[in-house]
């Protein structure tokens, strides 16, 4: 197995969205409007995104969160600006990955399946703007 397959069998959930991304024409640009449209109007796959978008909510606050308390702790101790950048980074992937668990479990993320439920809200976004 070489390295192209070794990569595309553990990216293989990138496929979902090829057919969106490979486009000669790029999908519009949509709106929360859009999105509660889709939410109103698909009874299984609503539910999920709301939910998807309810966690992204909480992985961003994560990151500030990490963001800022991580380069002030930095700052702090060490009066480093690269330290206190590298912290910001840090702590912000940090931060998000903590706001992600947290969400899903709070949330209860695991019952659902986001990734259909953004193939689904992509499909209808592709329909509804040709």
């Known amino acids: 197995?070489?390295?192209?397959?070794?990569?595309?069998?553990?990216?293989?959930?990138?496929?979902?969205?090829?057919?969106?991304?490979?486009?000669?024409?790029?999908?519009?640009?949509?709106?929360?409007?859009?999105?509660?449209?889709?939410?109103?109007?698909?009874?299984?796959?609503?539910?999920?995104?709301?939910?998807?978008?309810?966690?992204?909510?909480?992985?961003?606050?994560?990151?500030?969160?990490?963001?800022?308390?991580?380069?002030?702790?930095?700052?702090k101790y060490s009066r480093s600006l690269h330290g206190a950048g590298l912290a910001v980074l840090a702590g912000g992937v940090f931060g998000w990955t903590f706001g992600q668990e947290i969400a899903s479990h709070s949330l209860q993320l695991y019952r659902f399946d986001t990734l259909a439920a953004q193939t689904k809200f992509l499909e209808w976004w592709e329909n509804k703007s040709e």
């Open 1 to 75: 197995m070489g390295f192209k397959e070794f990569c595309s069998e553990r990216l293989s959930f990138l496929d979902h969205y090829s057919k969106f991304i490979n486009r000669d024409k790029p999908l519009p640009s949509w709106s929360d409007a859009d999105v509660e449209a889709f939410i109103a109007t698909d009874p299984v796959h609503g539910p999920a995104l709301k939910t998807a978008r309810e966690a992204a909510k909480y992985a961003a606050s994560g990151s500030v969160i990490g963001a800022v308390s991580t380069a002030g702790f930095a700052w």
